[in-house]
C-alpha cells in the first residue's frame, strides 16, 4: 500500500535558525497537505499543494510540492518558539476513488531553544 | 460552530472492556474518520465513512467497529480491550472530495491495563 515517510523524525533548534522537514510518498499523489499539532493538542490544517512543482508560502512557511508529485517539503525559516509541535504531511493517491484515503507521515518533531 | 467534538478526552479501561469513542460534527461533513497516533507512528486510518450508512476499513481496523446512522455523528467501538490499543485516538472529518482539509477532534488518550 501506498506509504508517506518524512524526515527527520526529531529536529531541535536555536530560535532564528532555520528548519525543514520533508515528506516522501512510495506511490504518485494527486496533492499533498501539511498539519501542524502543537504539544498536547491535535492537528490543524496547515495547506494543500497540488500542482507539480507548486510552492506556497504563509509568512515564515515555504511549502514545496515536487516535480514528480511525490514529494514535498516544509521550510520554516528564522524559528520561533511558536513553531514548537509535530508536523505531519499528508496526501491522496493518484487515482482510485474521488476521496481517496489520506495517508500521514510519521512527522517531525520541531523543538525551538530559545 | 462546535466543529469535531470528541468526548470523553480520558479514558482507562481494563483488558477485556468495550467502550464506545464519540465523535461528532456540525460542520455538515460528509467525510469522517477514526486515526489513531502512537509514537514514531504518526496517523494512522482505522476506519471511514463517507456518508450516513456507509463505512469502510482503513489500515489498522482489527478490534475496533464503527458504524454511521447519521452525517453528525460517527462513533468508534472497542469490543475487548487490549493493551495494544493504548494510544491517542483522533477524529477528523471534511468536505466529501480531495481538495479539503480534515477538521480533527481534541482527541481522546486512552489506557488500557
Not at chain 2, 68 to 90: I, K, M, N
Request: aromatic share 12%.
Amino acid at each position: 500500500g501506498q506509504q508517506v515517510m518524512q524526515i527527520p523524525q526529531y529536529q531541535h533548534v536555536q530560535e532564528g535558525e532555520d528548519f525543514t522537514t520533508y515528506c516522501n510518498s512510495s506511490t504518485t499523489l494527486s496533492n499533498i497537505q501539511w498539519y501542524k499539532q502543537r504539544p498536547g493538542g491535535h492537528p490543524v490544517f496547515l495547506i494543500q499543494l497540488v500542482k507539480s512543482g507548486e510552492v506556497k508560502k504563509q509568512k515564515r512557511l515555504t511549502f514545496q510540492f515536487g516535480e514528480a508529485k511525490k514529494n514535498s517539503s516544509l521550510h520554516i525559516t528564522a524559528t520561533q518558539t511558536t513553531d514548537v509541535g509535530t508536523y505531519f504531511c499528508a496526501g491522496h493517491n493518484a487515482g482510485g476513488t474521488s476521496y481517496g484515503k489520506l495517508t500521514f507521515g510519521q512527522g517531525t518533531i520541531l523543538t525551538v531553544h530559545p | 460552530n462546535a466543529g469535531v467534538t470528541q468526548t470523553p478526552k480520558f479514558q482507562v479501561l481494563k483488558t477485556g472492556q468495550s467502550m464506545t469513542l464519540q465523535c461528532a460534527q456540525d460542520m455538515n461533513h460528509e467525510y469522517m474518520s477514526w486515526y489513531r497516533q502512537d509514537p514514531g507512528m504518526g496517523l494512522r486510518l482505522i476506519h471511514y465513512s463517507v456518508g450516513a450508512g456507509i463505512t469502510d476499513q482503513g489500515e489498522v481496523p482489527n478490534g475496533y467497529n464503527v458504524s454511521r446512522s447519521t452525517t453528525e455523528d460517527f462513533p468508534l467501538r472497542l469490543l475487548s480491550a487490549a493493551p495494544s490499543q493504548t494510544s491517542v485516538y483522533f477524529c477528523a472529518s471534511s468536505y466529501l472530495g480531495r481538495n479539503y482539509g480534515y477538521t480533527f477532534g481534541s482527541g481522546t488518550r486512552l489506557t488500557v491495563v
